[in-house]
T-cell receptor, first 114, second 111 residues
Framework: GAGVSQSPSNKVTEKGKDVELRCDPI?????LYWYRQSLGQGLEFLIY????????KSGLPSDRFSAERTGGSVSTLTIQRTQQEDSAVYLC???FGPGNQPQHFGDGTRLSIL | DQQVKQNSPSLSVQEGRISILNCDYT??????FLWYKKYPAEGPTFLIS?????DKNEDGRFTVFLNKSAKHLSLHIVPSQPGDSAVYFC??????????FGTGTRLAVRP
């Protein structure tokens, strides 16, 4: 379809392993965002890419988290040395940024750390 | 510090009646507000938005009201339908930056 695509939809891994989550934004959207939703919590901002500008990393919870966006399109969120508190649903969104535009979300990756 | 608050975690409404979901915010710099609807195992779906220069925006059965002096907005759904049962998130933007979300209100529409 033409929406935001995320993979994998589910990921179960052992504590201490690294994981990579992928996001394919809507074609033509220049802004890309990562959020996460922990159990019983609202959505929490992680990182924001806008065009070729330096990303806004202000929401990343620790230096174990990093993200990149190659060619202004696909983005990967990497979590190194995963911890149990990293378990959450990781959501990607894109928009015709910048400016006040609705962000459109993928269905998320449910990450479970054993 | 929760800048966007949805104080009602759940709401139950009879089919055909009005659903009113409320949201309060503390940051007066927010200039754009959005409502999202979320079904289980799916990402949030954009519903309706309002700029801070307006006090009302209507789209079909959905109307959003903004009271800037009270830092309060609400989403009205009328008439409510069983398919409207979902979690509703209020969100706010400042200068087109990242969204700040409330914790959500679970709406159940009873047939």
């Amino acid at each position: 379809g033409a929406g935001v695509s995320q993979s994998p939809s589910n990921k179960v891994t052992e504590k201490g392993k690294d994981v990579e989550l992928r996001c394919d934004p809507i074609s033509g959207h220049t802004a890309l965002y990562w959020y996460r939703q922990s159990l019983g919590q609202g959505l929490e901002f992680l990182i924001y890419f806008q065009g070729n500008s330096a990303p806004d990393k202000s929401g990343l919870p620790s230096d174990r988290f990093s993200a990149e966006r190659t060619g202004g399109s696909v983005s990967t969120l990497t979590i190194q040395r995963t911890q149990q508190e990293d378990s959450a649903v990781y959501l990607c969104a894109s928009s015709f940024g910048p400016g006040n535009q609705p962000q459109h979300f993928g269905d998320g990756t449910r990450l479970s750390i054993l | 510090d929760q800048q966007v608050k949805q104080n009602s975690p759940s709401l139950s409404v009879q089919e055909g009646r009005i659903s009113i979901l409320n949201c309060d915010y503390t940051n007066s710099m927010f200039d754009y507000f959005l409502w999202y609807k979320k079904y289980p195992a799916e990402g949030p779906t954009f519903l309706i938005s309002i700029s801070s220069i307006k006090d009302k925006n209507e789209d079909g059965r959905f109307t959003v009201f903004l009271n800037k002096s009270a830092k309060h907005l609400s989403l009205h759904i009328v008439p409510s339908q069983p398919g409207d049962s979902a979690v509703y998130f209020c969100a706010a933007l400042y200068s087109g930056d990242k969204l700040t979300f409330g914790t959500g209100t679970r709406l159940a529409v009873r047939p």
